[in-house]
């Protein structure tokens, strides 16, 4: 593997950190409720959600030849335009990414303090590590991803005597309609899969295989965090602004209480991986519509912006509600994995009919 | 250059940590600049609320064993608001320290504060950043929380360790219900459950003061105070709310003799049917216990009789706890805190659906039925022949 290779179990392991990232500062929409039964199937319908509307993904990277096309159409307005909307797209993630952060860590890990400061080291910190390369993070996502993993089951274990099954509700008390929205509205959160088109050509290995894997092994471990949020906090978990985070804080072993400082240590982790994916994705599409620019200024700057908007964003609890509008959030999922990967499978498709034409 | 730039900034960083290495403490804040508050007894006035605090004395906390001067080893200021957090906040005008509430042990709400809206009062806690949802909580009954909070015990501690600690404790036995801020905002979330917090009263004892658990307290779905029960139907909540894993149990053995028996371990279920409207709530207990003592000079003859006696009179005695508590809770000012509704809703959720709105009248009408299946699991050192004379 060189720098700029990742093979396919690592890039995924890089995907599962950044979702594991996402439900550990879960928000929930204020219409959709956390303490209910059917709250642990959501994941499945997330996974199903996940592989479906991955296809046209998968046909573009699969029959539309993307590697190839990648290389064939540098020169390309609408490729170029594509990678730019990419860049967009990736750039309100890594967005929302620091300032659910900071949301976090303001409110939880220093509450009432400015954290500013703190997040601008960690974007420093992701946009260093993007020089890396993708390959050294999907390595290094190997290793994080055993690290949260123990601490995550570590923390389940200490909380499985808390579990209360009165805490749950019966399955589908508020009708399967409801179910269905709620569980789309949830599976609309992994925007990162649009991230395979944009760092295909470094994939080594099935990406497929991998693919389903990631989305099954996501939506049985959200499910698995899930039954102990609700299972310990109940009703109360709705109340919360992070109830994972709520129900971290019960979790105790022996004479060690306060285990949440351990498990918040090591869920930065996910934010850090989280965010270097999306700065890596930024600069990799602003490569590809202004091949001539540095990479490290390009990752610099995009940094740099990304820390202006979050002093903006962090004062103002009704700035961050903006960026969490949810048609917002849900067109930063659907543009990346549906809409654009449609528009290039599309565009290849018109080129194809006319190069067909001319030479028939 | 590059190497060297690389070392720098790992040097950097580790001394950035070094720095950050600092526990129990806010950003900018020394340790002795805390209000570490340990417990908070909750009032009323006549526009808003009145707080007493008991702090760790922190210099004086510090040390181990003290720092051998008089001080106490906590301080105690009180300060008053139209709101709990404002009362809170307040108390900085007393002490000048920063306040902490993340180490605090217990919530004494005064009896007066109890019957207001309880909502009112947990509010601050549940929003509060600082605040830890497994604070637990207890009432102060005939009296305040300031008076709890300020009880002169017969030795110098944190008085509000040893409130904590008698309410974990008497939740492990089942003599109480274990009633933290997450417990209290799921009950009063539920439409048909009250809610029952453990009640605390100052016992004189000579020129000092003891706290004595004594039964608990019961609010109904409401959230407002309704009545107090006594230590003997508070024991039976443990039992209704399928909770009953340990705790000592004293039975009536048939030649008239009385046992005592530790439950060691504990595991129930409910079924629940309706017949000609009424609904039955049908429990089985399965227990595992030891004998812990025999009264009396008559003792059985063969072992296989002494353990049937004895298990069915563990079984008799728990039926007669449950449905004594039973029966007060659905008295005149009862509730339902053994979370009734909550059980058909699960289990029967259209049921459920069609009762919900008079659940107030349906409660008090619900049957039970107790099924033990007891194991005696140990006899202690004695055998049975070990005749007394």
């Given at each position: 593997?060189?720098?700029?290779?990742?093979?396919?179990?690592?890039?995924?392991?890089?995907?599962?950190?950044?979702?594991?990232?996402?439900?550990?500062?879960?928000?929930?929409?204020?219409?959709?409720?956390?303490?209910?039964?059917?709250?642990?199937?959501?994941?499945?319908?997330?996974?199903?959600?996940?592989?479906?509307?991955?296809?046209?993904?998968?046909?573009?990277?699969?029959?539309?030849?993307?590697?190839?096309?990648?290389?064939?159409?540098?020169?390309?307005?609408?490729?170029?335009?594509?990678?730019?909307?990419?860049?967009?797209?990736?750039?309100?993630?890594?967005?929302?990414?620091?300032?659910?952060?900071?949301?976090?860590?303001?409110?939880?890990?220093?509450?009432?303090?400015?954290?500013?400061?703190?997040?601008?080291?960690?974007?420093?910190?992701c946009v260093a590590l993007t020089f890396c390369g993708i390959g050294a993070l999907g390595r290094a996502s190997t290793i994080f991803t055993l690290i949260v993993v123990a601490a995550t089951a570590f923390a389940s274990f200490t909380l499985s005597k808390e579990v209360d099954l009165l805490n749950f509700t019966p399955l589908f008390e508020n009708g399967v309609g409801k179910f269905i929205t709620d569980s789309l509205s949830f599976s609309i959160q992994a925007s990162e899969i649009g991230a395979i088109v944009i760092?295909?050509?470094?994939?080594?290995?099935?990406?497929?295989?991998?693919?389903?894997?990631?989305?099954?092994?996501?939506?049985?471990?959200?499910?698995?965090?899930?039954?102990?949020?609700?299972?310990?906090?109940?009703?109360?978990?709705?109340?919360?602004?992070?109830?994972?985070?709520?129900?971290?804080?019960?979790?105790?072993?022996?004479?060690?209480?306060?285990?949440?400082?351990?498990?918040?240590?090591?869920?930065?982790?996910?934010?850090?991986?989280?965010?270097?994916?999306?700065?890596?994705?930024?600069?990799?599409?602003?490569?590809?519509?202004?091949?001539?620019?540095?990479?490290?200024?390009?990752?610099?700057?995009?940094?740099?912006?990304?820390?202006?908007?979050?002093?903006?964003?962090?004062?103002?609890?009704?700035?961050?509600?903006?960026?969490?509008?949810?048609?917002?959030?849900?067109?930063?999922?659907?543009?990346?994995?549906?809409?654009?990967?449609?528009?290039?499978?599309?565009?290849?498709?018109?080129?194809?009919?006319?190069?067909?034409?001319?030479?028939? | 250059?590059?190497?060297?730039?690389?070392?720098?900034?790992?040097?950097?960083?580790?001394?950035?940590?070094?720095?950050?290495?600092?526990?129990?403490?806010?950003?900018?804040?020394?340790?002795?600049?805390?209000?570490?508050?340990?417990?908070?007894?909750?009032?009323?006035?006549?526009?808003?609320?009145?707080?007493?605090?008991?702090?760790?004395?922190?210099?004086?906390?510090?040390?181990?064993?003290?720092?051998?001067?008089?001080?106490?080893?906590?301080?105690?200021?009180?300060?008053?608001?139209?709101?709990?957090?404002?009362?809170?906040?307040?108390?900085?005008?007393?002490?000048?320290?920063?306040?902490?509430?993340?180490?605090?042990?217990?919530?004494?709400?005064?009896?007066?504060?109890?019957?207001?809206?309880?909502?009112?009062?947990?509010?601050?806690?549940?929003?509060?950043?600082?605040?830890?949802?497994?604070?637990?909580?207890?009432?102060?009954?005939?009296?305040?929380?300031?008076?709890?909070?300020?009880?002169?015990?017969?030795?110098?501690?944190?008085?509000?360790?040893?409130?904590?600690?008698?309410?974990?404790?008497?939740?492990?036995?089942?003599?109480?219900?274990?009633?933290?801020?997450?417990?209290?905002?799921?009950?009063?979330?539920?439409?048909?459950?009250?809610?029952?917090?453990?009640?605390?009263?100052?016992?004189?004892?000579?020129?000092?003061?003891?706290?004595?658990?004594?039964?608990?307290?019961?609010?109904?779905?409401?959230?407002?105070?309704?009545?107090?029960?006594?230590?003997?139907?508070?024991?039976?909540?443990?039992?209704?709310?399928?909770?009953?894993?340990?705790?000592?149990?004293?039975?009536?053995?048939?030649?008239?003799?009385?046992?005592?028996?530790?439950?060691?371990?504990?595991?129930?279920?409910?079924?629940?049917?309706?017949?000609?409207?009424?609904?039955?709530?049908?429990?089985?207990?399965?227990?595992?216990?030891?004998?812990?003592?025999?009264?009396?000079?008559?003792?059985?003859?063969?072992?296989?009789?002494?353990?049937?006696?004895?298990?069915?009179?563990?079984?008799?005695?728990?039926?007669?706890?449950?449905?004594?508590?039973?029966?007060?809770?659905?008295?005149?000012?009862?509730?339902?805190?053994?979370?009734?509704?909550?059980?058909?809703?699960?289990?029967?959720?259209?049921?459920?659906?069609?009762?919900?709105?008079?659940?107030?009248?349906?409660?008090?009408?619900?049957?039970?039925?107790?099924?033990?299946?007891?194991?005696?699991?140990?006899?202690?050192?004695?055998?049975?022949?070990?005749?007394?004379?």
């Open positions: 593997m060189t720098k700029s290779s990742v093979s396919a179990p690592q890039f995924f392991a890089l995907l599962y950190l950044s979702m594991l990232g996402s439900m550990f500062m879960y928000i929930s929409s204020p219409k959709i409720t956390i303490a209910t039964a059917e709250a642990l199937l959501r994941p499945v319908v997330f996974a199903v959600v996940s592989i479906l509307f991955a296809l046209p993904i998968y046909f573009l990277c699969t029959k539309g030849g993307l590697k190839e096309n990648l290389q064939a159409e540098k020169k390309s307005k609408v490729y170029k335009g594509v990678a730019l909307f990419y860049g967009v797209v990736y750039f309100i993630d890594a967005l929302m990414t620091v300032a659910r952060f900071d949301l976090f860590a303001s409110s939880e890990l220093f509450p009432g303090t400015e954290m500013t400061y703190f997040l601008m080291g960690l974007v420093a910190v760092f295909f050509p470094e994939i080594k290995g099935n990406v497929k295989k991998h693919y389903i894997l990631w989305s099954v092994l996501s939506a049985l471990s959200f499910s698995f965090i899930l039954f102990f949020v609700i299972g310990t906090l109940g009703a109360f978990a709705d109340t919360q602004l992070f109830p994972t985070y709520s129900a971290v804080t019960l979790a105790q072993f022996g004479l060690f209480e306060r285990l949440d400082a351990l498990e918040t240590a090591i869920w930065i982790l996910c934010v850090v991986t989280k965010l270097t994916l999306y700065i890596s994705a930024i600069v990799k599409c602003i490569g590809f519509a202004f091949p001539r620019l540095s990479e490290k200024i390009t990752a610099i700057s995009v940094g740099a912006v990304i820390t202006g908007f979050l002093i903006f964003i962090s004062g103002n609890i009704n700035n961050f509600n903006f960026i969490s509008f949810t048609p917002l959030v849900m067109g930063i999922y659907l543009a990346p994995v549906i809409v654009l990967p449609s528009v290039l499978l599309i565009y290849n498709l018109i080129k194809r009919r006319k190069k067909n034409e001319k030479i028939s | 250059m590059k190497k060297y730039l690389k070392v720098c900034a790992l040097l950097s960083l580790s001394v950035a940590c070094l720095l950050s290495f600092s526990s129990c403490e806010k950003p900018g804040t020394e340790l002795s600049e805390l209000m570490i508050m340990q417990g908070i007894g909750i009032d009323t006035t006549n526009d808003g609320f009145k707080v007493t605090v008991e702090l760790l004395n922190n210099e004086q906390s510090g040390s181990p064993g003290g720092n051998g001067n008089s001080e106490n080893k906590t301080k105690i200021y009180t300060a008053e608001g139209k709101t709990v957090g404002e009362a809170l906040r307040k108390l900085i005008t007393k002490s000048g320290n920063e306040p902490m509430f993340a180490h605090n042990r217990v919530i004494v709400i005064g009896e007066e504060a109890a019957n207001r809206n309880l909502s009112d009062i947990l509010d601050f806690f549940e929003r509060n950043y600082d605040s830890r949802a497994s604070q637990l909580l207890c009432v102060a009954k005939n009296t305040t929380g300031e008076k709890v909070i300020r009880a002169k015990l017969l030795t110098d501690t944190i008085k509000s360790k040893i409130l904590e600690n008698m309410l974990e404790e008497s939740a492990k036995q089942s003599l109480v219900p274990k009633v933290r801020i997450i417990d209290a905002i799921n009950y009063i979330k539920d439409e048909a459950s009250g809610l029952c917090i453990p009640a605390v009263k100052i016992q004189k004892n000579g020129e000092n003061e003891n706290f004595d658990l004594d039964g608990c307290a019961i609010f109904g779905t409401d959230s407002t105070f309704s009545m107090y029960i006594d230590s003997q139907a508070a024991e039976g909540i443990a039992i209704l709310n399928d909770k009953f894993e340990e705790g000592v149990i004293s039975a009536d053995l048939p030649n008239g003799q009385k046992a005592s028996f530790y439950i060691n371990k504990g595991k129930s279920k409910y079924k629940i049917i309706q017949e000609n409207g009424v609904l039955h709530y049908n429990l089985t207990v399965k227990l595992s216990c030891d004998l812990e003592g025999v009264q009396g000079a008559e003792y059985f003859n063969t072992d296989t009789g002494v353990i049937e006696a004895f298990q069915t009179a563990v079984g008799e005695a728990l039926c007669k706890k449950a449905e004594n508590t039973l029966i007060v809770l659905q008295g005149k000012h009862g509730a339902d805190v053994v979370r009734y509704g909550k059980r058909l809703r699960l289990k029967e959720n259209d049921l459920y659906k069609n009762m919900i709105n008079d659940w107030d009248k349906i409660f008090p009408e619900i049957k039970l039925t107790i099924t033990t299946d007891v194991t005696i699991r140990r006899i202690g050192e004695e055998t049975f022949h070990s005749k007394k004379t």
